[in-house]
Nanobody
Framework: QVQLVESGGGLVQAGGSLRLSCAASGGTFSSYAMGWFRQAPGREREFVAGISWSGGSTYYSDSVKGRFTCSRDNAKNTVYLQMNSLKPEDTAVYYC????????????????????WGQGTQVTVSS
């Protein structure tokens, strides 16, 4: 059974940085795209970043492009989200996701459908 466990969230001042990690278990994930979504209070869940199975392709929402970097270490079954220059509007619960379609590049699709979600980690950015 696939499990995704996020860590690294917390409270940070505007302009600061955080690094989120997502550890995947229950299989081998080097053939699958992964990524991050987030949900702020009172708002719909939104796409943040996606990364291909090899890590060679990444894609970001316009709101985080240039500030966030998604990477992965397939030997550790872990995906990361480095978040720099954080803003109060980045405050949200961040979710790690996995696309079960092998070698998928569907994260380029604004309607990317993913089947596996982590439990989420809270990121709070104070002004």
């Amino acid at each position: 059974q696939v499990q995704l466990v996020e860590s690294g969230g917390g409270l940070v001042q505007a302009g600061g940085s955080l690094r989120l990690s997502c550890a995947a278990s229950g299989g081998t994930f080097s053939s699958y795209a992964m990524g991050w979504f987030r949900q702020a209070p009172g708002r719909e869940r939104e796409f943040v970043a996606g990364i291909s199975w090899s890590g060679g392709s990444t894609y970001y929402s316009d709101s985080v492009k240039g500030r966030f970097t998604c990477s992965r270490d397939n030997a550790k079954n872990t995906v990361y989200l480095q978040m720099n220059s954080l803003k109060p509007e980045d405050t949200a619960v961040y979710y790690c996701v996995l696309d079960p379609a092998e070698y998928s590049l569907n994260f380029y699709d604004s309607n990317w459908k993913v089947d596996y979600w982590g439990q989420g980690t809270q990121v709070t950015v104070s002004s």
